[in-house]
């Protein structure tokens, strides 16, 4: 038979299935006047095209559906659309992108402010290192634990001990190794100077010249740091102010160690006999 809500020339068919789970049900299709045979909505819509609005078309009895016109009236009233109704559209492509990449197009840089600016950025540099807030150019991803300021105080009054109990004796530093405060002792300087080694930090010691001129050029800029006077202590150096190493010292040295190796050459030799 022919369906009224499609054009002229189509024709509405139904099957009736004989055998099988679903026998006796009836299927609906549809014949264009081509002869092509039409067996869902989806594939209608698709043959047919923007050409018919299938929208209210009722695909069992090939007529337009009033429920379906008052639904889409209502919904256009208040602006709504339901989305229960969607349903996928086998017609419609998705959209796809063709514009170019846009980091393959020139890029041209516009200039505002003038080369000068490079300068003031290397005078704020400079005034940063005068005020003590990089000292040294100690590189912050090295991948060293943080640790205290001023450690090593926490160890001060240990002595360590032999096998009997008694006390080493005090490890006294060379008279060219002063710390730069007088409440620091030797053990403090020494333990300062062999974590700065173990480290692998390259050894200094604070540079007296640094400190003094820090303290004078922010004298009016902020006193109360200035009357601390361990404010510009540079944390990854040891305790002691900065000294030069001469040829005495390690021809002094050398002697220490080479009677330190005779010493135990000796006791070896007297265990040898036991």
């Known amino acids: 038979m022919s369906s009224l809500s499609l054009p002229d020339g189509w024709r509405r068919e139904e099957i009736k299935r004989p055998n099988g789970l679903s026998s006796g049900k009836v ?26 609005d299938l929208s209210t078309f009722d695909w069992n009895t090939g007529r337009i559906n009033s429920a379906l016109i008052r639904k889409s009236k209502r919904s256009g009233k208040t602006g709504l659309y339901d989305y229960k109704s969607l349903k996928h559209d086998p017609s419609l492509t998705a959209p796809v992108r063709r514009s170019p990449f846009i980091f393959k197009k020139p890029v041209t840089i516009i200039r505002s402010q003038s080369k000068s ?8 540099r400079d005034y940063n290192k005068k005020a003590c807030l990089a000292i040294s150019n100690v590189k912050l991803d090295s991948g060293d ?20 109990l008694d006390s080493i004796t005090n490890f ?26 173990h480290m692998n930090h390259s050894t200094r010691g604070q540079d007296k010249h640094v400190l003094q001129k820090s303290k004078k050029e922010l004298v009016d800029h902020d006193p109360d740091r200035v009357r601390n006077p361990v404010a510009f202590v540079n944390p990854h150096q040891p305790l002691f102010l900065s000294t030069t190493i001469t040829e005495e010292d390690i021809k002094r ?13 000796s006791v070896i030799q007297d265990l040898k006999f036991y």
Request: include cysteine.
């Open 27 to 52: 299927e609906v299709c549809y014949i264009s006047p081509s002869g092509r045979k039409i067996l869902s909505k989806a594939e209608l819509a698709q043959y047919l095209g923007h050409n018919v």
């Open 172 to 197: 006294e530093l060379p008279s060219n190794m002063k710390g730069f405060l007088s409440s620091f002792d030797n053990d403090s300087l020494l333990r300062s100077v062999a974590a700065s080694l």
């Open 253 to 265: 040295q050398e002697e220490l160690v080479m009677e330190a190796r005779q010493k135990l050459t």
């Open 145 to 164: 634990k943080p640790y205290q300021i001023f450690w090593q105080k926490r160890l001060q009054g240990l002595r360590a001990s032999i096998h009997d």
């Open 117 to 124: 600016t490079t300068l003031n950025s290397q005078q704020i």
